[in-house]
């Protein structure tokens, strides 16, 4: 808690007080984020460092592998879909990035099983990408299967994200954009989802 503690004094007296002005019209006048960024909980693919975000600009949901669960409003308890109607639905924002990253412990267990420490949650929660897993062992030589299915999950979670109405209308609409992008985290850099499927690196 030490560090943690150290770290709040350094944004009080540093970035908060630079961005004070921002943080006090956020405040009187509310939040109009232009993005919901969705990243994974990993520690090292923090979306908020990774775009420099300030205060205000994106709204980010985090969860094991930035996984979208399809549309299902039952009585169950869904997280990540009460972002998404959050943040599409009240604030309106006009753009989801789907980010994925490489080295992601979520990914690795959608491939090689769940250790027993996260069957209770994480392996069940993996399962949504389950077809991914079926696709990636088949047609992907064992070097590439992690990255490719990092890669797969993003383009999941976007086929998962039109499956809720109010995202398809908007996306039809054209008032809504999905965007797809994948963080190597060795390197730091940035690849995007592009038309043809393919992940280029952002220039
Ligand atoms: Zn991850």
Redesign the pocket.
């Known amino acids: 808690m030490d560090t943690l503690l150290a770290g709040y004094r350094r944004f009080r007296a540093g970035s908060w007080q630079q961005q004070r002005q921002r943080y006090e019209a956020l405040a009187d006048q509310g939040q109009q984020p232009q993005a919901l960024v969705l990243g ?3 520690s090292r ?1 923090d979306p908020g460092m990774i775009f420099d975000a300030v205060p205000g600009q994106m709204i980010t949901v985090r969860n ?3 996984l979208v669960p399809p549309y299902a409003p039952d009585i169950a308890s869904h997280g990540t879909s009460a972002a998404l109607e959050f943040a599409v639905r009240v604030l309106q924002v006009p753009q989801i990035v789907v980010l994925g ?1 490489g080295l ?4 690795r267990v959608l491939l090689e099983g769940a250790p027993a420490e996260a069957r209770d949650f994480v392996a069940p929660w993996m399962s949504i990408a389950a077809s991914v897993r079926e696709r990636v062992l088949q047609a992907s030589p064992v070097e590439t299967r992690q990255q490719r299915a990092e890669q797969e999950v993003v383009k999941l979670s976007l086929a998962n994200l039109m499956t809720f109405p109010w995202v398809a209308e908007r996306v039809a609409a054209g008032s809504l954009r999905l965007h797809g992008a994948w963080f190597a985290i060795r390197s730091g850099v940035l690849l995007l989802l592009q038309a043809d499927g393919s992940f280029q690196p952002v220039t």
């Open positions: 994974c909980i990993d693919a094991v592998a930035n990253h992601c412990g979520g990914v």
